[in-house]
């Protein structure tokens, strides 16, 4: 009790006074400004327990969140949102584009309480997930000029060649197959992976972009190639490789060079000599989900399951109360598995049903826990951060910006996808690093709604003066 107590006093004072300091200092400071921005754009692949504390924690249970969760990334989120308001620039709101969709996902989805068995774990989530707006806000504000994506992109490419470090290091010193580096497990690592690489590999095409900046790029690109392969993770392999290509084929619309010609073909060889090098573990993992075929994949039962709650309840059966509605004692859903369990000869035995798996899809996650409310405001969201994507890439084309805004389009599209069979943007590191990007394409969506001058666009090519 004493502890939690303490801890509860340490995370007040990070949120209520150390934050809001920290915006104070950062409003006066553009380039700490910068520096906690490139920081908080690092935090999502930090060693799990650098990054968040909880209260309250709960430490068998496998939901959304197992406690009261409080992280440094949501912290960094205040102090940059803080900076805003102590600024108190004229004519800026404080409120991004798109925040009263997210917290109108949130609040739909806060309904479910009603019919959750366990009404603590739907609070453990509303705190999680309506305090993780912070990190949305702060990436929005302290994203306003060039400088700020230079900033932001060179910290990307750091954090992945960092990550790739780790990989080496646990697959070649600790001799362990599929490495997950710094995550819980090697698929959220190669989703959050290729979310920061496919905007790198499209701002390296820019000719605007500095030879040493185009280099450090792809190097970080070329890193997280090797850190998915290291990961062994075919679906994040298979993102990677699809959307490289798109965003070559982004690239190549704008017209040819030789630096895309170049940095294409130096791709290409290096896709083959790295499938070359890495063909056993592929033919190994092909080899292990070959050994399955003919038996029905666990993730359509649990999609099943999901889909009989939802038929219950179309406000779902409790925010982050899946992992307590699909198990003993509760064995209404439960039973779905165990029918499949009895079908291909296993014995049933109750004590193996305590604590079942949760469905892998995170839109069935949705669906089953928060209804035909909560699911379709986040797909809303979803679809608002690609059109605000999309109109960024239209309206800074050919700029750096414009590049980087590409890549980040088609690297949402990807992980969007990517959500019918992972759920890692309900986990922290994940959704953390989502927000993040959401928060940078607000910020874009500001500027062109508001036709707001700024350094993102190229400068002007003034008309030569006739020759008398």
Same mark, same amino acid.
Request: net charge positive.
């Given at each position: 009790?004493?502890?939690?107590?303490?801890?509860?006093?340490?995370?007040?004072?990070?949120?209520?006074?150390?934050?809001?300091?920290?915006?104070?200092?950062?409003?006066?400071?553009?380039?700490?400004?910068?520096?906690?921005?490139?920081?908080?754009?690092?935090?999502?692949?930090?060693?799990?327990?650098?990054?968040?504390?909880?209260? =309250?924690?709960?430490?068998?249970?496998?939901?959304?969140?197992?406690?009261?969760?409080? *992280?440094?990334?949501?912290? #960094?989120?205040?102090?940059?949102?803080?900076?805003?308001?102590?600024?108190?620039?004229?004519?800026?709101?404080?409120?991004?584009?798109?925040? @009263?969709?997210?917290?109108?996902? $949130?609040?739909?989805? *806060?309904?479910?309480?009603?019919?959750?068995?366990?009404?603590?774990?739907?609070?453990?989530?509303?705190?999680?997930?309506?305090?993780?707006?912070?990190?949305?806000?702060?990436?929005? /504000?302290?994203?306003?000029?060039?400088?700020?994506?230079?900033?932001?992109?060179?910290?990307?490419?750091?954090?992945?060649?960092? +990550? #790739?470090?780790?990989?080496?290091?646990?697959?070649?010193?600790?001799?362990?197959?599929?490495?997950?580096?710094? %995550?819980? /497990?090697?698929?959220?690592?190669?989703?959050?992976?290729?979310? $920061?690489?496919?905007?790198?590999?499209?701002?390296?095409?820019?000719?605007?972009?500095? +030879?040493?900046?185009?280099?450090?790029?792809?190097?970080?690109? !070329?890193?997280?190639?090797?850190?998915?392969?290291?990961?062994?993770?075919?679906?994040?392999?298979?993102?990677?490789?699809?959307? *490289?290509?798109?965003?070559?084929?982004?690239?190549?619309?704008?017209?040819?060079?030789?630096?895309?010609?170049?940095? #294409?073909?130096?791709?290409?060889?290096?896709?083959?000599?790295?499938?070359?090098?890495?063909?056993?573990?592929?033919?190994?993992?092909?080899?292990?989900?070959?050994? /399955?075929?003919?038996?029905?994949?666990?993730?359509?039962?649990?999609?099943?399951?999901?889909?009989?709650?939802?038929?219950?309840?179309?406000?779902?059966?409790?925010?982050?109360?899946?992992?307590?509605?699909?198990?003993?004692?509760?064995?209404?859903?439960?039973?779905?598995?165990?029918?499949?369990?009895?079908?291909?000869?296993?014995?049933?035995?109750?004590?193996?049903? %305590?604590?079942?798996?949760?469905? &892998?899809?995170?839109?069935?996650?949705?669906?089953?826990?928060? !209804?035909?409310?909560?699911?379709?405001?986040?797909?809303?969201? &979803?679809?608002?951060?690609?059109?605000?994507?999309?109109?960024?890439?239209?309206?800074?084309?050919?700029?750096?910006?414009?590049?980087?805004?590409?890549?980040?389009?088609?690297?949402?599209?990807?992980?969007?996808? /990517?959500?019918?069979?992972?759920?890692?943007?309900?986990?922290?590191?994940?959704?953390?690093?989502?927000?993040? %990007?959401?928060?940078?394409?607000?910020?874009?969506?500001?500027?062109?709604?508001? @036709?707001?001058?700024? *350094?993102? =666009?190229?400068?002007?090519?003034?008309?030569? +003066?006739?020759?008398?």
């Amino acid at each position: 009790m004493i502890k939690e107590v303490i801890k509860f006093i340490a995370v007040v004072l990070l949120y209520v006074a150390v934050a809001p300091a920290m915006g104070a200092y950062f409003a006066k400071s553009r380039r700490a400004e910068r520096i906690a921005l490139a920081i908080m754009v690092s935090m999502p692949s930090w060693i799990p327990g650098k990054l968040t504390l909880m209260i =309250d924690s709960v430490e068998l249970y496998r939901g959304h969140t197992k406690g009261f969760e409080f *992280s440094i990334i949501v912290a #960094t989120g205040i102090a940059l949102t803080m900076a805003a308001y102590f600024r108190k620039e004229p004519g800026v709101k404080l409120a991004p584009p798109g925040l @009263r969709f997210y917290l109108l996902y $949130c609040a739909v989805s *806060s309904i479910s309480i009603i019919a959750a068995p366990n009404k603590l774990y739907v609070l453990m989530a509303m705190w999680k997930f309506t305090t993780a707006v912070l990190i949305f806000m702060g990436a929005f /504000h302290a994203f306003r000029d060039a400088v700020d994506l230079k900033w932001v992109m060179r910290a990307l490419s750091i954090t992945l060649i960092v +990550q #790739t470090l780790v990989c080496l290091k646990l697959r070649y010193l600790e001799g362990r197959w599929q490495v997950h580096g710094w %995550f819980e /497990h090697q698929n959220p690592m190669a989703i959050w992976a290729y979310l $920061c690489a496919l905007p790198l590999l499209a701002a390296a095409f820019c000719r605007q972009v500095s +030879q040493g900046d185009m280099m450090l790029f792809l190097l970080a690109v !070329g890193s997280t190639a090797l850190m998915i392969l290291l990961s062994v993770s075919r679906g994040g392999l298979g993102a990677l490789c699809i959307g *490289s290509v798109a965003v070559t084929g982004l690239a190549f619309l704008r017209g040819p060079s030789l630096r895309k010609i170049g940095i #294409t073909g130096m791709g290409a060889c290096a896709a083959v000599a790295a499938g070359m090098l890495a063909l056993d573990s592929i033919m190994a993992r092909v080899e292990e989900a070959g050994s /399955h075929e003919g038996m029905e994949d666990l993730r359509p039962v649990l999609n099943r399951m999901s889909k009989k709650m939802l038929h219950d309840s179309p406000i779902g059966i409790g925010w982050n109360n899946f992992g307590v509605m699909n198990s003993l004692p509760y064995d209404r859903y439960c039973q779905v598995l165990m029918d499949w369990d009895e079908s291909r000869g296993f014995r049933i035995i109750d004590e193996l049903y %305590f604590a079942c798996p949760l469905t &892998e899809s995170l839109y069935w996650l949705l669906l089953s826990e928060t !209804g035909y409310g909560g699911f379709g405001t986040y797909l809303f969201f &979803e679809l608002l951060t690609l059109w605000w994507a999309f109109r960024g890439l239209l309206r800074f084309w050919k700029t750096p910006l414009g590049y980087f805004i590409g890549g980040v389009l088609v690297a949402l599209v990807l992980t969007y996808g /990517h959500g019918l069979v992972e759920r890692v943007l309900s986990q922290t590191k994940n959704l953390s690093a989502w927000l993040i %990007f959401a928060g940078l394409m607000a910020r874009v969506q500001y500027i062109r709604q508001n @036709r707001l001058p700024t *350094s993102f =666009d190229l400068p002007k090519v003034k008309p030569k +003066q006739a020759v008398a």
